[in-house]
């Protein structure tokens, strides 16, 4: 088991190399110079923007900053902004509020999703089931931004159940709302997948077995059926967790949140490539934990995967 | 093991006119056409026939395993110990399935929860037919794991069904089936999926049960050495009905019909070595449209008007055999047919 997650650690910084140095060659090729971005209309002195460039190592070749940049970042150092401020402290100024909003869409989701699903799943093929599959084609097919506009004038504005942005209401009142957006548009595939799943497990010969026994339907549900139909769920649900720590930008934008979101679009306009790479970074980190995550769980609901 | 005496008493599992439909996209498909069958308490029947035969609708059907829909059972009657099978309420039938009759499947691997310990599978039926604990469980789990013999049992209860072999996993398989001592075992096809070796250890144990239990047991098979190996009497079925049936050596020796006869003929044997295999040429009628008369006319040697206007009905011949075919004295005993 040690053996194992220690080889999954080690598999990590290959991928973690590769995604950082595309990053960072996106991050390079933007368009536009940071100095002058960061002056704008009244150009400083030759001399100067000289010093600043050689400072933050701006004329180096492409390969040599980017391998200053990593073997920083193996000693947790992401490197700072223009303003001299570590990019590790922005990032961790904004992450809170990005987690509490990714985490109560996720369990929200959890919850939408597989009652959803599981209903479905039960009710293969009748009026429930229809209903619930209208209900998912439903939300995949609009965008979430419209949802996101629509709840908020709706539930912000017009009924004023909570504030229709910004976060000063704090956990929960100030999240539920943008994280059930988050969680309904999310929930729609969550609730396909549980549900093609259980009705895939609810034809297995093993089924079949347990009714031999004599098994009420009930058990045959509850302590046969939906444990396997998890298993693909699982890997989905936890890949999913990380993705919505990177998907929240839009929302943070509507809803004012003051995530990494947020940070991370401002960084893109003033071209502050330091920070951008260090979310960037950082995303990928926290995707190959949780993904390491998953297939640790995977194991405990599937023993023909156990390590 | 057969024995007439038994066979004149109530007979534990009596099957009449049976009848089970499957609705398909492109019509009604009849997967049972009238089937009767009968076993005994200590008796082994085995139904013969190829797939698509019904065999396995037959069993399901006891079993009450069906899928409906797309099955509907249309008529007849399944008796055991003389109570109507198809009259009770769903869940007073489930209940029986355990205590009463159990089944063995073809492929234990997919008919092992993935995800359980097999000491957890076989426990289940103590825990929730009988409300043992669960060390309770357990341990009758690993006493009859050592009964199908299953090596080092008490070490192996935890572990799941990927970790056994094709053989133990069916003798858990087995095992579950025998837990509550069930007055009827259906064996669909125990040892298709198993090397040649690992089928006659299979074949050896689910005997030896039957015995040493007097369970009456149902073997469903479409390998004639399977048949005469295990059964005292064998129903052969062909196209959703029994044509021939009775004790299983006269039968193979001297079929009553012509299908059992050329069915006897394509096995491979000494005498036919360096020929060709003779093979039933044709194949079996289309369930969605069966013919009028007798559903193996169109490939039989005998057949005449007669077959093909009306279907041949299972008639008694004496000495608990009976055949369904018009022209039955004219087949010939396998013994004394040569090419």
Redesign the interface.
Known sequence: MMGYVLRRILQMIPVLLGATFIIYALTFLMPGDPISALTGERPLPEATVAQIRQAYHLDDPFLIQYGNYMLGVFRGDFGIDFFGRPVMGLILERLPATFALAMTAWVLKLFIGLIIGVYGGLRHGKAADHFALVFTVLFMGIPGFVIALGAQTYFGVHLGWVDPAGVRAGWPMAFILPALVMAIEAAAGLARLTRTSLVDVLRAEYLRTAKAKGLSDQRIIWGHALRNAMIPVVTYLGLSLAGMLGGAVIIEAIFNIPGIGGLMVSSINNKEGTIVVGIATMLVLVYLVFNLLVDLTYGLIDPRVRV | MSNQTDAQQTPLLQVHDLRVEFSTSQGIATAINGVDLSVSAGQSLGILGESGSGKSVTARTI???LDTPPARVVGGQILLEGEDLLSLPS?VR??????RM??V?Q?AL???????PVGRQIG??FR??RGYSRAAAKRAAIELMDRVKIPAASSRVND?P?QFSGGMRQRI?IA??LALDPQLLIADEPTTALDVTVQAQILALLKEQQVERNMGLVLITHDISVVREVTDHVAVMYAGRVVEQGPTAQVLSAPRHPYTRGLAESVASEELKGSRLPAIPGSPPDLLNLPMGCSFANRCWLATEECNGRVPTLTELGESRATACFHHEEVQPYAAHSR
């Open positions: 079993m009450g395993l869940k489930r209940s029986l399935n355990g205590p159990a089944m499947f492929d997919s008919a092992l929860n993935p995800v359980h289940e039926l929730v037919h799941y990927h398989v579950m089936a």
